[in-house]
Antibody, heavy 124, light 105 residues
Framework: QVQLQQWGAGLLKPSETLSLTCAVY????????WSWIRQPPGKGLEWIGE???????NFNPSLMSRVTISVDTPKNQFSLKLSSVTAADTAVYYC??????????????????WGKGTTVTVSS | DIQMTQSPSFLSASVGDRVTITCRAS??????LNWYQQKPGKAPRLLIY???SLQSGVPSRFSGSGSGTDFTLTISSLQPDDFATYYC?????????FGQGTKLE
């Protein structure tokens, strides 16, 4: 059974850099995309970005200037860094495995395994 | 960005009811639509991918349909464990946007 275990600092001050890591257990690391999603308190889900095992990335344009997603394939881990955080970045951050499938004329994607989430609070 | 609009935002239902949640995309997304279930304090759970494919381990009372811009999630007979918030997500384009959620209560 695939498991995603995530960790990182939970309390940040404004202007600091958020740093989270997600480790993948129980399955192949190659052949998938690996995603980050966040959820502000009481709100919906926001897709942050994704990376595959070879380092190819896609980002949400609204966060692109501040986001770095990296991968450490030998360790089956991937990481998120978000710079210059503000209170608006306070959220639960999730990592997830993303499957990419080619179907006729386009790819489609879906996130089948998720980490438990890390609560990140930005406060002075 | 492709905007995803779910309706209704809140839905009151009873055990045994047939429930339908709708998701509309601001432009055509083919069949690139997923449905997730989320309970308080938990990570989302994949229910349906590619508009109508049931994820392994998900009860058959859940079904999805639609293509293009209009999609539905149906629960054929609501069970106590189904009271949760449901999100649709398009993956036709990046960013892979979510609907605002439908809280089933």
């Amino acid at each position: 059974q695939v498991q995603l275990q995530q960790w990182g600092a939970g309390l940040l001050k404004p202007s600091e850099t958020l740093s989270l890591t997600c480790a993948v257990y129980g399955g192949s690391f190659s052949g998938y995309y690996w995603s980050w999603i966040r959820q502000p308190p009481g709100k919906g889900l926001e897709w942050i970005g994704e990376i595959n095992h070879s380092g190819s990335t896609n980002f949400n344009p609204s966060l692109m200037s501040r986001v770095t997603i990296s991968v450490d394939t030998p360790k089956n881990q991937f990481s998120l860094k978000l710079s210059s955080v503000t209170a608006a970045d306070t959220a639960v951050y999730y990592c997830a495995r993303t499957i990419q499938v080619w179907s006729h004329t386009s790819y489609y994607y879906y996130m089948d395994f998720w980490g438990k989430g890390t609560t990140v609070t930005v406060s002075s | 960005d492709i905007q995803m609009t779910q309706s209704p935002s809140f839905l009151s239902a009873s055990v045994g009811d047939r429930v339908t949640i709708t998701c509309r995309a601001s432009q055509t997304i083919s069949h690139c639509l997923n449905w997730y279930q989320q309970k308080p304090g938990k990570a989302p759970r994949l229910l349906i991918y590619a508009a109508s494919s049931l994820q392994s381990g998900v009860p058959s009372r859940f079904s999805g349909s639609g293509s293009g811009t209009d999609f539905t999630l149906t629960i054929s007979s609501l069970q106590p464990d189904d009271f949760a918030t449901y999100y649709c997500q398009q993956t036709y384009n990046s960013p892979r946007t979510f609907g605002q959620g439908t809280k089933l209560e």
